[in-house]
């Protein structure tokens, strides 16, 4: 079956600093990528949506320079969270679609856990 | 907007035990409704689904049916097994552009 991984699964960075999370299908090609974000014991939230090669769409509320999204190959995608304050601390969760897929049709990540301190 | 509440866990449950969480939703129109489930270290895969009123959905022993009138769509199995130990959300889709997510309801089967 498809096959989505995220690297890190855990990061700890300091309050100030960026974090790349990077996202890739591994045995398929992602026309479409979604980034959710999930605090504990409540939803996950879509943060973005992004297809190969365009600019994401980012859900209201998102700040989008904050959270820098590049869909720059059909297998990867990456989240930047750039200048990463206590609050961005987070599961950071990423999904992928095949081309033509339903919207439930998502393979997801195992997500990554961001603490910033 | 569209918004999912689900039963808060966790539950545990002894093997072959009767399994039912508790799903509402708000939307406009007419939604889609899935339950995903997330097993420990895995990403959400999807479980079943159910596209439009009185519809049931099943998959590895899991019921759960689409109730519009009461805007509901509970999860069921009859019997679990340690196996069915997870995360699982409920879902629904109103327009094919995005899900929206419930909480999450953590199982744990003991032998």
């Known amino acids: 079956g498809a096959v989505v991984s995220q690297h890190p699964s855990w990061v700890i960075c300091k309050s100030g600093t960026s974090v790349k999370i990077e996202c890739r299908s591994l045995?398929?090609?992602?026309?479409?990528m979604f980034w959710y974000r999930q605090f504990p014991k409540q939803s996950l939230m879509l943060m973005a949506t992004?297809?190969?090669?365009?600019?994401?769409?980012?859900e209201q509320g998102v700040e989008k320079d904050k959270f820098l999204i590049n869909h720059a190959s059909l297998t990867l995608s990456t989240l930047t969270v750039t200048s990463a304050h206590p609050e961005d601390s987070s599961f950071y969760i990423c999904?992928?679609?095949?081309?033509?897929?339903?919207?439930?049709?998502?393979?997801f990540g195992p997500g990554t856990r961001l603490t910033v301190t | 907007g569209d918004s999912v509440t689900q039963m808060e866990g966790p539950v545990t449950l002894s093997e072959e035990a009767f399994l039912t969480i508790n799903c509402t939703y708000t939307?406009?129109?007419?939604?889609?409704l899935f339950w995903y489930v997330q097993y420990p270290g895995e990403g959400l895969q999807l479980l079943l689904k159910?596209?439009?009123?009185?519809d049931k959905g099943s998959n590895k022993g899991f019921e759960a049916t689409y109730r519009k009138e009461t805007t509901s769509f509970h999860l069921e199995k009859g019997s679990v097994q340690v196996s069915d130990s997870a995360v699982y959300f409920c879902?629904?889709?109103?327009?094919?552009?995005?899900?929206?997510f419930g909480a999450g309801t953590t199982v744990t089967v003991r032998a």
């Open positions: 159910a596209t439009k009123a009185d």
């Open positions: 992004s297809n190969e090669g365009s600019k994401a769409t980012y």
């Open positions: 879902a629904l889709s109103a327009d094919d552009y995005k899900l929206s």
């Open positions: 999904s992928a679609t095949l081309a033509g897929g339903r919207i439930y049709e998502q393979y």
């Open positions: 045995d398929f090609q992602a026309t479409t």
């Open positions: 939307a406009t129109g007419y939604p889609s």
